[in-house]
């Protein structure tokens, strides 16, 4: 089977929902921390789509859970009620016990949010960290080759931006803004 480069950006895992009265502060903009509620909704249809894993067994039967250890998101421009947002999830790193997602929210193609966010797979019956299950590593591994060629497709129009992200995270957030400030877009 031929693919195209369109093909290969088809395979990021995107979620589309509209903005609800639920979402939005009086003015009828995305209140923000919304947001965070809606890349926990992302994340759930992710497992259950994506990695072929439903999120509720795994809290329920398999008593895992993925708390957010970390989480950076920019605002680059408000949502409105009605709008229709589209979160794009994009498989950064997989490590023993963890795993960090790009998420990319965008409304008619136009950037809305950008946010990075490492999850930590845990048991629910002691809240300690466990590995992720091979099943849903493999499943991962999978996704993420199947995403990959994204990289190649933004560095070849110039749009990918490298940014280290040693340090505390607010130099790593610094360094963003600069990055982003300096795009020539």
């Not at 060629?149 to 560095?155: M, S, V």
């Amino acid at each position: 089977m031929v693919t195209t480069r369109q093909d290969e950006i088809a395979q990021l895992f995107v979620l589309r929902s509209p903005v609800r009265f639920t979402h939005t502060d009086p003015a009828g903009y995305v209140f923000f921390p919304r947001y965070f509620e809606m890349l926990q909704a992302v994340v759930e249809e992710w497992f259950t789509h994506a990695l072929q894993q439903t999120y509720a067994d795994l809290i329920i039967r398999r008593r895992l859970g993925t708390p957010t250890a970390s989480i950076q998101c920019t605002f680059l421009k408000p949502s409105r009620l009605g709008d229709d947002l589209a979160i794009a999830v994009k498989l950064e790193n997989i490590g023993n016990s963890s795993f960090r997602l790009r998420f990319i929210g965008t409304v008619e193609g136009n950037l809305r949010l950008e946010a990075i966010s490492t999850l930590v797979m845990i048991s629910l019956e002691d809240g300690t960290a466990r590995s992720i299950p091979s099943d849903l590593r493999v499943r991962m591994e999978a996704y993420d080759r199947s995403t990959k060629p994204l990289i190649e497709y933004y560095r070849e129009r110039g749009l990918l931006l490298t940014i280290p992200a040693d340090g505390k995270p607010e130099e790593i957030y610094r360094r963003s803004l600069v990055a982003l400030e300096n795009a020539q877009v």
